[in-house]
T-cell receptor, first 115, second 113 residues
Framework: DSGVTQTPKHLITATGQRVTLRCSPRSGDLSVYWYQQSLDQGLQFLIQYYNGEERAKGNILERFSAQQFPDLHSELNLSSLELGDSALYFC??????????????FGEGSRLTVL | DQQVKQNSPSLSVQEGRISILNCDYTNSMFDYFLWYKKYPAEGPTFLISISSIKDKNEDGRFTVFLNKSAKHLSLHIVPSQPGDSAVYFCAASRGGSNYKLTFGKGTLLTVNP
């Protein structure tokens, strides 16, 4: 158990819909990262938050947005869903946000299926 | 453009033998490298890392080697055990900046009893 909690574990929805994925980081970790793993793909970095502020952005679509709340949990919002958005979405946390180094702790992921 | 490449999608070895997983990278700015292991229905878990100032890091049965000139790293598992069967991801980052890992696509290791 990494200490990172993601909900829901599974989600099935239709094209055009909007979903919210939630992540609670490890106790004390200030940084939250979102990754997407599509079929046969590695983990693609989407976005990072540190103590409520956006710190780094990766290949995140404009239809996607995220935020980190004062209690440090984070939400990833996916809208106008397309079939290609079907993927595993991982959240990870780490205590370090700026200087880097050290590993990330991943949740078990949220599997999104868009029909 | 894939900056971290794991060219072998799968690898099968016998229990007790050595497993060697390879990873190549193209971005010369990467200076910190990690290996993650992932079991089905679980998130990736950290295995071992190496800084670019080193060429080898060892942790029990796991050793990571880094060849900066070739932009290549490898993970050696000796001896391999059936419980090591998992997907192994290589990852790289630019230390000192926002900590963002770039992952390879992974190699499925199967250790046969």
């Amino acid at each position: 158990d990494s200490g990172v909690t993601q909900t829901p574990k599974h989600l099935i929805t239709a094209t055009g819909q909007r979903v919210t994925l939630r992540c609670s980081p490890r106790s004390g970790d200030l940084s939250v990262y979102w990754y997407q793993q599509s079929l046969d793909q590695g983990l693609q970095f989407l976005i990072q938050y540190y103590n409520g502020e956006e710190r780094a952005k990766g290949n995140i679509l404009e239809r996607f947005s995220a935020q980190q709340f004062p209690d440090l949990h984070s939400e990833l919002n996916l809208s106008s869903l397309e079939l290609g958005d079907s993927a595993l979405y991982f959240c990870a946390s780490s205590p370090k946000g700026v200087l880097g180094g050290g590993e990330l702790f991943f949740g078990e992921g949220s599997r999104l299926t868009v029909l | 453009d894939q900056q971290v490449k794991q060219n072998s999608p799968s690898l099968s070895v016998q229990e007790g033998r050595i497993s060697i997983l390879n990873c190549d990278y193209t971005n010369s700015m990467f200076d910190y490298f990690l290996w993650y292991k992932k079991y089905p229905a679980e998130g990736p878990t950290f295995l071992i890392s190496i800084s670019s100032i080193k060429d080898k890091n060892e942790d029990g049965r796991f050793t990571v080697f880094l060849n900066k000139s070739a932009k290549h790293l490898s993970l050696h598992i000796v001896p391999s055990q059936p419980g090591d069967s998992a997907v192994y991801f290589c990852a790289a980052s630019r230390g000192g900046s926002n900590y963002k890992l770039t992952f390879g696509k992974g190699t499925l290791l199967t250790v046969n009893p």
